[in-house]
């Protein structure tokens, strides 16, 4: 099984959109994906295109022992997804004591037979820090840290860096709603590869409007603007994915 992990030092950086397109364009190559939302916002089936949302999901089944297979769908696409779940405040604050505490439990959830062993399991994780970040990061395969081009995005990175070096996988950056018209846009990623390097993906995904306009849509983009830029650079990025995860 791979686990791959998404995370973003700030809000607003397409991480959930990301997670989406990743589990649908590797599926498409084949793969046996499983998306996963591990962030409390529970909105990963709006751009799905579904009408409403879960009440339970993966919060339930770490917190009360729901069944697994009661709270995972493979309903409307090629992938099974495993929405977060509807949860109190104190619901929250109990999931992550349980993760910092019992961090064991995690484990035990990538060991259920839903998981298969060619099991591809993409990872919607919350803005960095949280305690699902520093938990599930330390089981990923593979971790995707999502920027933009904006100075918040940019400053972020040196607080998640010393963590990168726990996780056991390979970590890469990569810049999202990217417009190379734009000087603010390339000074930002020319700082980015100096401070990161090798780590820092050398391809990017471009700004599109169509992403909004399909999510309003209920649809995804690949759907909604099949020749799109932004489609073209996914593919690009889950062929790199695929290649990398082997």
Avoid at 7 to 13: K, W
Avoid at 67 to 96: H, R, Y
Avoid at 176 to 195: E, G, Q
Wanted: aromatic share 6%.
């Amino acid at each position: 099984m791979i686990i791959i992990a998404l995370v973003s030092p700030t809000g607003g950086a397409g991480r959930t959109s990301l997670a989406i397109a990743t589990a649908t364009h590797l599926s498409m190559l084949g793969r046996n994906v499983t998306l996963m939302q591990a962030d409390p916002v529970n909105n990963i089936e709006f751009q799905l295109g579904f009408t409403k949302r879960s009440s339970r999901g993966l919060a339930h089944v770490l917190l009360q022992g729901d069944p697994l297979e009661q709270v995972m769908s493979t309903s409307n696409s090629d992938f099974k997804l495993l929405p977060f779940g509807e949860v109190t405040m104190a619901q929250q604050l109990a999931i992550d004591r349980v993760l910092m505490e019992q961090p064991q439990r995690l484990t035990e959830l990538f060991q259920k037979d839903q998981f298969a062993e060619d099991a591809v399991v993409i990872i919607d994780l919350p803005r960095w820090p949280a305690p699902w970040c520093q938990k599930v990061m330390a089981l990923s395969d593979l971790n995707l840290i999502t920027l933009i081009p904006d100075s918040a995005s940019i400053l972020g990175i040196d607080a998640l860096l010393p963590h990168l070096l726990e996780s056991r996988g390979a970590s890469y950056f990569l810049m999202n709603r990217f417009d190379s018209a734009k000087v603010l846009h390339l000074d930002l990623w020319t700082l980015c590869k100096m401070k990161l390097s090798h780590r820092l993906l050398p391809f990017y995904l471009h700004e599109d409007q169509a992403l909004a306009e399909s999510l309003a849509a209920g649809l995804a983009l690949a759907d909604y603007a099949p020749r799109s830029q932004l489609v073209e650079d996914q593919q690009k990025l889950c062929n790199w994915i695929d290649t990398e995860i082997g």
